[in-house]
């Protein structure tokens, strides 16, 4: 289903907060890997029809910038080219990959552990809503990450398992798998992920 105006408006209204300009960055960049600049100039221009443009290349990396886009951004990527959600868990699987932040931040991390306790602090560096939580046992082939206070989309739900595989196989070495175990939207949103690997 096409994005409207008024499904714009709320995605803005619903998504306060900020995220870092490197996530906007990353956006542009698969899109241009995958699609050409053609398709980048699609995303633009869908969302010149929205009423929300975003000028990718002005874009500092580290500024802060709304969040609101942030989601708006990946929903009319999605949109425009009717990704499924393997083609949208990919795209946040690729992420890490394509973000010098995360390439910087996962390098100092030696181990699963170490990358699982660190994960809510690259959480801070990359959005000001919404908080993260981990769990894992040293020795054990799984952990757990919660997302509180932040609703989350189906498309950023699937964004997101992709991400947090890919950012656990650096340390693990292995591939690991994500799934979202349970959800809730009622009395402030809480998402929990399990991600787990082969010994």
Same mark, same amino acid.
């Given at each position: 289903?096409?994005? !409207?105006?008024?499904?714009? %408006?709320?995605?803005?209204?619903? +998504? &306060?907060?900020?995220?870092? /300009?490197?996530?906007?960055? !990353? ?19 869908? #969302?010149? $029809? ?5 000028? +990718? *290349? ?9 969040? /609101? &886009? ?7 990527? $999605? %949109? ?16 890490? @990959? #394509? ?31 919404? *908080?993260?939580?981990?769990?894992? &046992?040293?020795?054990?082939? +799984? ?6 206070? #932040? $609703?989350?989309? %189906? ?5 997101? &398992? /992709? ?6 196989? +650096?340390?693990? /070495?292995?591939? $690991?798998?994500?799934? #979202? ?16 690997? %082969? @010994?």
């Amino acid at each position: 289903m096409a994005l !409207t105006k008024q499904m714009a %408006d709320e995605i803005m209204k619903k +998504y &306060q907060g900020e995220a870092r /300009g490197v996530a906007f960055l !990353t956006d542009a960049e698969y899109v241009r890997k995958r699609w050409g600049a053609e398709g980048l100039a699609k995303v633009k221009e869908a #969302l010149c $029809v929205l009423g929300y443009p975003i000028e +990718y *290349e002005k874009i500092k990396a580290l500024a802060w910038l709304p969040l /609101g &886009q942030r989601v708006l951004s990946m929903s009319v990527i $999605v %949109d425009t080219f009717n990704m499924s959600r393997a083609e949208v868990e990919e795209m946040g699987y690729t992420a890490p @990959k #394509l973000s010098f932040l995360m390439k910087w931040v996962v390098k100092y991390f030696a181990s699963v552990k170490e990358t699982i306790e660190q994960a809510p602090l690259v959480w801070k560096k990359h959005y000001t809503s919404g *908080e993260l939580e981990t769990m894992n &046992q040293e020795g054990d082939n +799984y952990a757990l990450v919660k997302i509180k206070g #932040l $609703v989350l989309s %189906d498309k950023w739900i699937n964004y997101l &398992q /992709g991400f947090l595989r890919r950012v656990t196989e +650096y340390s693990t /070495g292995k591939p $690991v798998f994500c799934e #979202l175990i349970s959800s809730t939207e009622s009395e402030g949103a809480l998402y929990e992920f399990k991600l787990w690997w %082969d @010994k």
